[in-house]
């Protein structure tokens, strides 16, 4: 498969908003688990949020919870990350990845990702 490919970063200052996208390939992709990620500046990659094949179930992360939205278009092959009330700790590289292969346990939808995208920068200035 093809990485993922994101788009959508820039900078913004704090309290604002900025709207993240992921194109990806393949037929499989409506029964892929999406996910994304950030590694902020000397940090390792963190998990940000991730959505089933339907969207039908979305999990993010507690330092996002309430102010990112995680959403996907199965026919357009995208998913987005809607970036909300930005905070100067949102500064990251942001990847989106894919999960193909099912993962189990409690904290399953934060592990198994074989394909990640170059990742885009985010910048939020306080």
């Known amino acids: 498969q093809v990485q993922p490919v994101e788009s959508g970063g820039g900078l913004v200052q704090a309290g604002g908003s900025l709207r993240l996208s992921c194109a990806a390939s393949g037929r499989t992709f409506s029964r892929d688990v999406m996910g994304w990620f950030r590694r902020a500046p000397g940090k390792e990659r963190d998990f940000v949020a991730a959505?089933?094949?339907?969207?039908?179930?979305?999990y993010y992360a507690d330092s996002v919870k309430g102010r990112f939205t995680i959403s996907r278009d199965n026919a357009k092959n995208t998913v987005d990350l809607q970036m909300n009330s930005l905070k100067p700790e949102d500064t990251a590289v942001y990847y989106c990845?894919?999960?193909?292969?099912?993962?189990?346990?409690?904290?399953?939808?934060?592990?198994?990702?074989?394909?990640w995208g170059q990742g885009t920068q985010v910048t939020v200035s306080s």
């Open positions: 990845a894919r999960q193909t292969i099912p993962q189990y346990g409690i904290n399953w939808y934060r592990m198994g990702y074989e394909s």
């Open positions: 959505i089933t094949g339907t969207g039908g179930s979305t």
